[in-house]
T-cell receptor, first 112, second 114 residues
């Protein structure tokens, strides 16, 4: 079945550092890919998405590119802020099954 | 436009009891999905409802059930609660007709079973 693998956290960075959170996936067909963010005590917020190979999703300074050849969707940000501290989830949607499959989440801690 | 709302936000129940959680989707969204989030198993899909019919189901026992009303609001029921049912239950709504199938999540209901 479909699966998503994320790098384990926590990832601890200083403010203004460069962020990369790795995400790889296994899926049949051509899934859509997503990054969601969860702040403490809250639900999930859609951060960005990509629906086909080579698409780049971007939002709030975060970017991720759908790489079919490496089955990856790594999240990047050039300069993180303390307010970016949260748990980040990579996910895919199987259009046939119409359900999201999530990775295990990566906790990001940004220190001032 | 108001987001997805879930009630109640917190619940404490005893083993063997049953519980009902409620979800109101974003206006115009007719698909509602439910997910369970636990530290051990992460985020797992429970089921999806569209047009008052369950369209898709995850790998959960029959104690977990749901329904959807004509106004797209959805309820989830868990019967004969077990300690392992303690989790954050998240509801998500979407426009089912879109190929991207992006889902918008509510704040969740935190269920504690004692």
């Amino acid at each position: 079945g479909d699966s998503v693998t994320q790098m384990e956290g926590p990832v601890t960075l200083s403010e203004e550092a460069f962020l990369t959170i790795n995400c790889t996936y296994t899926a049949t067909g051509y899934p859509s890919l997503f990054w969601y963010v969860q702040y403490p005590g809250e639900g999930l917020q859609l951060l960005l998405k990509a629906t086909k190979a080579d698409d780049k999703g971007s939002n709030k300074g975060f970017e991720a590119t759908y790489r079919k050849e490496t089955t990856s969707f790594h999240l990047e940000k050039g300069s993180v802020q303390v307010s970016d501290s949260a748990v980040y989830f990579c996910a895919l949607s199987d259009r046939g099954r119409r359900a999201l499959t999530f990775g295990s989440g990566t906790r990001l801690q940004v220190q001032p | 436009k108001a987001g997805v709302t879930q009630t109640p936000r917190y619940l404490i129940k005893t083993r063997g009891q049953q519980v009902t959680l409620s979800c109101s989707p974003i206006s115009g969204h007719r698909s509602v999905s439910w997910y369970q989030q636990t530290p051990g198993q992460g985020l797992q899909f429970l089921f999806e409802y569209f047009s008052e019919t369950q369209r898709n189901k995850g790998n959960f026992p029959g104690r977990f059930s749901g329904r959807q009303f004509s106004n797209s609001r959805s309820e989830m029921n868990v019967s004969t609660l077990e300690l392992g049912d303690s989790a954050l239950y998240l509801c998500a709504s979407s426009l089912r007709g879109t190929p991207n199938y992006e889902q918008y999540f509510g704040p969740g209901t935190r269920l504690t079973v004692t």
